[in-house]
């Protein structure tokens, strides 16, 4: 009986010496919760202000493509252009410019008469949106996207009227390689493991960072919770599963300006890495804690035997002795 009570004490003394650990311990988990939280907020800003950079940047190679455009040809030596020289000229420039997939200029009745790669001889523009809306607007206009079966990259056309004395005496196009928004990732330094999409209003990726050769051509899924925060806002961050299975915190926002207002622009943070410095301090900590707490345990279970429970056998004893009678 008196074993039992002592059993009962000593564990009492342990359950004491735990109680007074979780107060750190409940410390150490709202300390852990901020800290992701913090970090949350941190990278979701991050990949947004990354898809805003990428925006605003489209805006700078739009127009330095209407300069390119305007300088493919002279409008006084259109009449006397060799259609051999013009092509030679074109396939120098995209050379020179290896953004550009291709360049083409067609009379305004859409017959094409320059390309810097071959073309077919009955090749026409008239059809084209792009091309109706040039003679429309008289001012650069943006196309459709195209992907290339050929290289696997999407293109997006770009159309700008020659003008002489106020008519139009030819319309120079050019294929923009969209890979060029990778360059801008390239440069922004995202940690490792973040994607950058481009999703144009069919939900179709036509560029993908890195692994564009298996993403490009790709439908998201319509019941994705990315595609739904972008139907609920047209800006923000959401977090969400990867088409890889990676979890990942996304930042989206619309590509604008001459493009599409559906094409939208996204940047994705995997949670692992948004959250490692955290998850080292919570690691850490619950280490440190757990040290401590069995040290406190150790303590406790060997100092309380020879500083309460060694006192308390021996008023045991002496009890069993009084009462046997013994009142030496």
Known sequence: MHCTALSSLRFRLLALVLLA????LALVLYTAAHDRGRDRRAAQQSALRVTRGVSADQSRFIEAARQLLASL?????IKDLNSSDCDARFAARRLEFPLYADFSAVY???DVFCSALPRSLAASFAGRTDFQRVLETRD???GSYDLNKDTGRATISLGYPILNGGQIEAVVFGSLDLMWVSHLVAESKLP?????TLIDDNRTVIVHYPDAEARIGHTLDDEGPLLQAMRRQREGTVEAVGSDGVPRLYGFTPLGGMFSAETYVTVGIPK???FAEANRLIRNN??????VAVLALGAAWFGGDAFLLGHVRALLRTTRKLTEGDLS
């Open 21 to 24: 650990v979780l107060p750190a």
């Open 73 to 77: 040809l002279p409008p006084e030596s």
């Open 108 to 110: 305004p009745n859409g």
């Open 140 to 142: 650069l206009a943006v």
């Open 192 to 196: 490792i493991g973040s994607t950058f």
């Open 272 to 274: 692992s890495v948004a």
């Open 286 to 291: 619950l280490i440190a804690l757990g040290f």
